[in-house]
């Protein structure tokens, strides 16, 4: 079992940024791959971003590729998603995901969720 829990959520004007932070508990960190999701109201969960369990691969999704960074502190057990120029339509619930890299990024789910923290950005 894995404990996910995410913070950093706000409310931030167009072209401002947030840094999302997801801490873990339980099984070993560095046995996952972790990745970033979201959803709007409305819609279908996105997936946003992944990183591998050692942090040396990472991947986007199109639309906020070059604005977001994944990046992550295995010795604090500790996920981070830096987003900057972020627009309106980045609102959304941002989750937490912990699990293989092909679960992740090839299959764009997780066994793992952390419970989400919410992402509003005003026009």
């Known amino acids: 079992q894995v404990q996910l829990v995410e913070s950093g959520g706000g409310l931030v004007q167009a072209g401002g940024s947030l840094r999302l932070s997801c801490a873990a508990s339980?099984?070993?960190?560095?046995?996952?791959?972790m990745g970033w999701f979201r959803q709007a109201p409305g819609k279908e969960r996105q997936f946003v971003a992944a990183i591998s369990w050692g942090g040396g691969s990472t991947y986007y999704a199109a639309s906020v590729k070059g604005r977001f960074t994944i990046s992550r502190d295995n010795a604090k057990n500790t996920v981070y998603l830096q987003m900057n120029s972020l627009k309106p339509e980045d609102t959304a619930v941002y989750y937490c995901?912990?699990?293989?890299?092909?679960?992740?990024?090839?299959?764009?789910?997780?066994?793992?969720w952390g419970q989400g923290t919410q992402v509003t950005v005003s026009s």
């Open positions: 339980g099984r070993t960190f560095t046995n996952w791959a």
């Open positions: 995901a912990a699990d293989s890299w092909h679960t992740i990024l090839v299959e764009s789910t997780s066994d793992y």
